[in-house]
């Protein structure tokens, strides 16, 4: 009978570890798809930012530049699309009317300038 008792009490502790165990397994995995999405909204809102801006420029003409504050990403531009990089996710956006200049990974403020109808970005 006492034998019993231990080896329940035993089978209890064995399947609580288990059950703590799956538990942190699945907030890890929760934790890393959160990284994620949070990177790829990151990216989106300052591709967002960035293309406004431009296009706010871009229609003001030759000569206007505007101050945007940037934490930590990466802006590669192409023709009339911005695409940002945020961790390793990328998001991008376009500035009807302009071309855009940009490229490399920038932290802290940047400027957004005319120049001659070619938004330049950095």
Request: proline share 1%; charged share 15%; aromatic share 2%.
């Given at each position: 009978m006492k034998?019993?008792?231990t080896a329940?009490y035993?089978?209890?502790v064995?399947?609580?570890?288990s ?5 942190l397994?699945?907030l890890?995995?929760?934790?890393d ?8 909204e ?7 930012d960035v ?8 229609a ?5 530049s505007?101050v945007y504050?940037l934490e ?8 009339n699309?911005v695409?940002?990089?945020v961790g390793?996710e990328?998001?991008?956006?376009g500035?009807p009317?302009?071309?855009?200049e940009?490229?490399g990974?920038?932290s802290?403020e940047?400027?957004i300038r005319?120049?001659r ?6």
């Amino acid at each position: 009978m006492k034998g019993q008792v231990t080896a329940e009490y035993l089978l209890l502790v064995a399947v609580g570890i288990s059950l703590l165990g799956i538990s942190l397994a699945a907030l890890s995995t929760i934790k890393d798809a959160e990284s994620t999405v949070y990177a790829r909204e990151k990216a989106r809102m300052i591709a967002g930012d960035v293309s406004s801006i431009a296009s706010e420029i871009c229609a003001l003409g030759d000569g206007n530049s505007r101050v945007y504050s940037l934490e930590s990403a990466g802006l590669e531009c192409s023709g009339n699309t911005v695409s940002v990089s945020v961790g390793n996710e990328t998001a991008s956006s376009g500035v009807p009317g302009c071309e855009v200049e940009c490229g490399g990974a920038h932290s802290g403020e940047i400027s957004i300038r005319n120049s001659r109808g070619t938004v330049i970005i950095g």
